[in-house]
């Protein structure tokens, strides 16, 4: 696909979203931010305009927002993270909404309209142009938006040169595992979906660092993207019924396009075997929020929620998971960075899954083979595998050292040597 037809397809596609009657009020648009990480309470303060069903992860939950802060979204669309951004920043902070299509910003200025938004402004520029001087901005945010971008390098380059010196990045995007089916590269629903423009997770995570950014982190959040698919197969309201009128239903259904056409391209595929919802966080150089400086600023609170196991770390008895010893070291790593980490096992705090509602509405509609989960400052940030220390380093602004750290030995573990408890 040539490049300029690329630009004008994707503008074209979005401008008819922004058109449509997808709003936050949908069922079944809001289930898709949800399986994407938003919670009910961040979803509940958005105008309907700001939800259309675009996200593919939340980058606020890495983004260690401040008082005070300026904040650049790019490919804003209604103003979603735009919106909940500004409550963050404050009233002598700044949100930048970037996006290139003339309807999405009309969306996002009516949203900011009815919340009556002071510190909050939007720009029509593509994301690999903004209208912003340099070293101006301590976090850029994107949700979605850079795979549908030809150049990416030129972005990365982009942002590179609108942070201060230690700004920082956090990304949601879709990477790739491997490469795509041959017709699903040249399928134009899968790019206008945010399929087939992504990269490799690896090549992701080099052209941050091409551009000049250090401590990147790319991460696979496990979320799955048939959310796509399902919320398009439940109709304007999901599974649960409807109150909207027939004629209302049927609008809705019609604007739906971009995620019937992604829908249909993921049918003759297997998405999640090929592509991730991803996490990105990247750093700028300079004195200001050095990995270390970051890291002291924005202490995080750590939940990981963990399958049934026979003790509170699962590292006893005579057949251990060998990845348990390493993340307990892990655990601890975070501790020793000054982070509140809180661990619960399904077998023996199943209150603690019933009374967090993030967690209970997951496990609700995936069962718990979602497990374990790992929440940062209240929200999700993977399910269903343990992650690294290096992406613990991400989500949390640190530096993830790994020489000279104890493991965690099975060698009878929490319960002795007489193995499990």
Same mark, same amino acid.
């Given at each position: ?106 969306? @996002?200025? /009516?949203?900011?309209?009815?919340? +009556? ?7 029509? !520029?593509?994301? =690999? $142009? ?96 048939? @959310?796509? /698919?399902?919320?398009?197969?439940? +109709? ?7 109150? !909207?009128?027939? =004629? $209302? ?173």
């Amino acid at each position: 696909m040539k490049e300029r037809m690329i630009i004008d397809d994707v503008r074209d596609q979005y401008a008819g979203v922004a058109r449509g009657e997808l709003t936050n009020e949908s069922t079944a648009i809001r289930s898709i931010a949800s399986a994407f990480g938003y919670s009910e309470d961040e979803l509940n303060q958005l105008p309907a305009e700001a939800n259309m069903g675009l996200s593919c992860g939340n980058p606020l939950a890495l983004a260690g927002i401040r008082e005070g802060e300026v904040v650049v979204d790019l490919g804003c669309g209604g103003g979603m993270d735009v919106f909940l951004a500004a409550g963050k920043v404050g009233a002598e902070g700044r949100v930048i909404g970037i996006d290139m299509t003339t309807e999405m910003l009309e969306r @996002a200025r /009516a949203g900011q309209q009815k919340l +009556g938004l002071t510190n909050v402004e939007f720009h029509q !520029a593509t994301i =690999d $142009q903004l209208p912003l001087p340099d070293n101006s901005v301590d976090c850029v945010i994107s949700n979605c938006v850079i795979n549908l971008v030809p150049d990416k390098s030129a972005v990365f380059e982009e942002i590179l040169r609108v942070l201060k010196p230690g700004g920082r990045v956090a990304i949601s995007d879709i990477a790739l595992k491997q490469e795509l089916p041959a017709d699903i590269k040249e399928s134009v629903e899968a790019y206008v979906g945010c399929i087939s423009g992504a990269i490799l997770i690896d090549e992701y995570r080099r052209s941050l660092e091409q551009a000049g950014f250090t401590s990147v982190v790319v991460t696979d959040t496990g979320a799955d993207l048939n @959310a796509y /698919a399902m919320a398009s197969d439940s +109709g304007c309201c999901g599974g649960g019924g409807c109150d !909207a009128d027939a =004629d $209302q239903a049927a609008a809705e259904a019609k604007e739906k396009s971009l995620h019937d056409g992604l829908a249909s391209a993921m049918q003759s595929f297997d998405a999640n075997a090929y592509a991730a919802s991803v996490r990105v966080h990247a750093l700028k150089d300079g004195p200001t929020n050095s990995a270390s400086n970051f890291q002291e600023k924005t202490m995080k609170t750590v939940q990981v929620f963990d399958k049934p196991m026979c003790c509170s770390t699962g590292v006893c008895g005579p057949d251990v998971d060998p990845v348990l010893p390493k993340f307990a070291a892990d655990l601890d790593w975070l501790k020793g960075q000054g982070h509140q980490v809180e661990r619960y096992n399904l077998a023996q705090q199943p209150q603690a899954f019933i009374e967090n509602k993030a967690i209970h509405q997951l496990i609700s509609t995936a069962g718990t083979d979602c497990l374990p989960v790992v929440m940062v400052d209240g929200q999700i940030v993977s399910q269903a595998a343990y992650p690294s220390r290096e992406d613990f380093a991400g989500w949390v602004g640190a530096a993830a050292a790994s020489q000279g750290l104890p493991v965690a030995k099975p060698d009878g573990g929490c319960c002795g040597s007489s193995g499990c408890c």
